[in-house]
């Protein structure tokens, strides 16, 4: 038995780019799971998690029920980051994006402004891993992000690897630097969040777009760290737009939503995307 999730996040309509990816999960496992990663309160909104609900449907996919919240699981996010502070791995981070920026700028890296976070960007600096225990003290009432100490973790858990299709990938813990776990108003962030509930709903085949095969190094580690079963991973071309990019949840013409309105076909979608 092979389960797979699609886990779309509701803030915009699916496009071609979803609909690939969720017949890919579908296909490629015997049971399939929904999860809707609503986490980011700002931006997730009922109205796209609904039509995604009508887009799955069309497109002839049905899921499991009950079907999975993230807005709904800041529990187990908490016991998560529980354990990880009780291993001595978290620590807290006041720094805002611009100090980051500042920061890594001073150490003649990059120019003022900078993407932060992630194997294309650059890595937090590990400005406030250094606090001592009296200046996060004194700092308590601010607002602040806690961050993993992706170093201390990887010796803890030594050499890791995940399977690829099949194929045995080594993890370099340390690809996205010191990530944030979790902040104000976000019980877990996305790394977080995905491998706690890939475990609680026995995914045990992860089937997503390829742009997000780096983050499973982070992911891993994290599964390492909690003791969490290990998923296989299977990564899968993403949909281009005309112009060769990604599609965008601001490119109305391609979500299918408009397509479905248009007169297109399930049919004519799963033809367009080779399937
Ligand atoms: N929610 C993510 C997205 O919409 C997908 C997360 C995952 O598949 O790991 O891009």
């Not at 509701?10 to 490629?28: C, V, W, Y």
């Not at 003022?112 to 250094?130: E, I, N, S």
């Amino acid at each position: 038995m092979t389960v797979t999730r699609f886990a779309p996040s509701p803030t915009g309509f699916l496009h071609l780019g979803h609909a690939f990816a969720a017949l890919m999960a579908q296909r490629s496992g015997t049971r399939f799971l929904l999860r809707i990663e609503d986490l980011d309160a700002a931006r997730s909104r009922p109205e796209f998690t609904s039509a995604i609900f009508e887009d799955l449907s069309w497109l002839g996919l049905s899921w499991e029920t009950p079907l999975l919240f993230q807005s709904a699981r800041g529990a187990a996010y908490g016991a998560a980051l529980e354990i990880l502070g009780a291993r001595g791995l978290t620590y807290p981070c006041f720094c805002t994006r611009a100090e980051i920026a500042a920061e890594i700028s001073r150490a003649g890296d990059a120019p003022p402004y900078v993407a932060v976070g992630g194997p294309d960007g650059h890595l937090y600096p590990g400005t406030c891993r250094h606090l001592s225990e009296d200046e996060r003290a004194a700092r308590k009432d601010q607002s602040f992000a806690l961050r993993l100490d992706a170093a201390r973790a990887a010796e803890l858990v030594g050499p890791l690897s995940f399977l690829e299709h099949d194929a045995e990938i080594a993890v370099d813990p340390l690809l996205f630097g010191d990530i944030v776990l979790a902040r104000k108003g976000l019980p877990a962030a996305y790394h977080l969040a995905v491998v706690v509930d890939d475990a609680f709903q026995g995914v045990d085949l992860v089937t997503r777009g390829e742009d997000l095969l780096p983050a499973t190094h982070v992911q891993r580690l994290l599964q390492a760290l909690l003791d969490l079963p290990e998923p296989a991973y299977a990564h899968h071309r993403l949909i281009l737009d005309s112009s060769g990019r990604k599609f965008s949840k601001r490119d109305n013409a391609a979500t299918l939503a408009a397509m479905r309105r248009a007169g297109v076909t399930p049919a004519e979608v799963k033809s367009l995307l080779e399937l």
